[in-house]
């Protein structure tokens, strides 16, 4: 089946840095999503990517869908404390395919210190 | 509120027990997803809805499991003859239609003893 290898695993950074993770895939992605996810909650959506190529941001967030389909990066710049969690990437097969379960990575786990 | 409901919020039961997990999606999305997560893992695939019926269900690990959604609104995942290894976060996602970005409950935190 499909894997995707995010990484770094985890990063502890100082407040004010840049964040940059990234997710591989041995599959090609029609579309790509990034999640943040919070102890005791649900994975929010933080930005959706459909076209390779595509840079798209979302305030200090921006996100590219690489041009082989096959990897995406999350950048986030001038890190604030909550910005702590877990970060995943999530790829999509073509809609109507009957396979449109995400496929997710692994997770980073930001932790920053003041 | 608007979002993706589920509950309950925890489940504890023993194993070998019956479990019923339910999911409220937002309003008028027509897709609907369960994923199950285990701790320090991204959430796995397990089935997904279009309207009534189950258009993908290749992640459901074995027949212990099933999920329904005779509404095309409500969906219930049903877990029979529960095992300790079937302890997870169960997660519902919707969209508002297949291929649209997909919005998440808080999950319910299945606890087999």
């Known amino acids: 089946g499909q894997q995707l290898n995010q990484s770094p695993q985890s990063m502890f950074i100082q407040e004010g840095e840049d964040v940059s993770m990234n997710c591989t895939s041995s599959?090609?992605?029609?579309?790509w999503l990034w999640y943040k996810q919070e102890p005791g909650e649900g994975p929010v959506l933080l930005i959706a990517?459909?076209?390779?190529?595509e840079l798209t941001s979302n305030g200090r967030l921006t996100a590219q869908f690489g041009i082989t389909r096959k990897d995406s990066f999350l950048n986030i710049s001038a890190s604030i404390p909550s910005d702590v969690g877990i970060y995943f990437c999530?790829?999509?097969?073509?809609?109507?395919?009957?396979?449109?379960?995400?496929?997710f990575g692994k997770g980073t786990h930001l932790i920053i210190q003041p | 509120g608007a979002g993706v409901s589920q509950t309950p919020s925890n489940k504890v039961t023993e194993k070998g027990k019956y479990v019923e997990l339910r999911c409220d999606p937002i309003?008028?999305?027509?897709?609907l997803y369960w994923y199950r997560q285990s701790l320090g893992q991204g959430p796995e695939f397990l089935i997904y809805?279009?309207?009534?019926?189950?258009?993908?269900d290749s992640g459901l690990p074995n027949d212990r499991f099933f999920a329904v959604r005779p509404e095309g609104s409500v969906s219930t995942l049903k877990i029979q003859r529960t095992e300790r290894g079937d302890s997870a976060v169960y997660l519902c996602?919707?969209?508002?239609?297949?291929?649209?970005?997909?919005?998440f409950g808080d999950g319910t935190r299945l606890s087999i003893l």
């Open positions: 996602a919707s969209s508002l239609s297949p291929g649209q970005p997909q919005h």
């Open positions: 599959s090609i992605f029609n579309t």
């Open positions: 990517l459909y076209k390779a190529g």
């Open positions: 999530a790829g999509q097969e073509e809609s109507g395919g009957g396979a449109d379960g995400l496929t």
């Open positions: 309003s008028g999305h027509t897709a």
């Open positions: 809805f279009q309207g009534t019926g189950a258009a993908d």
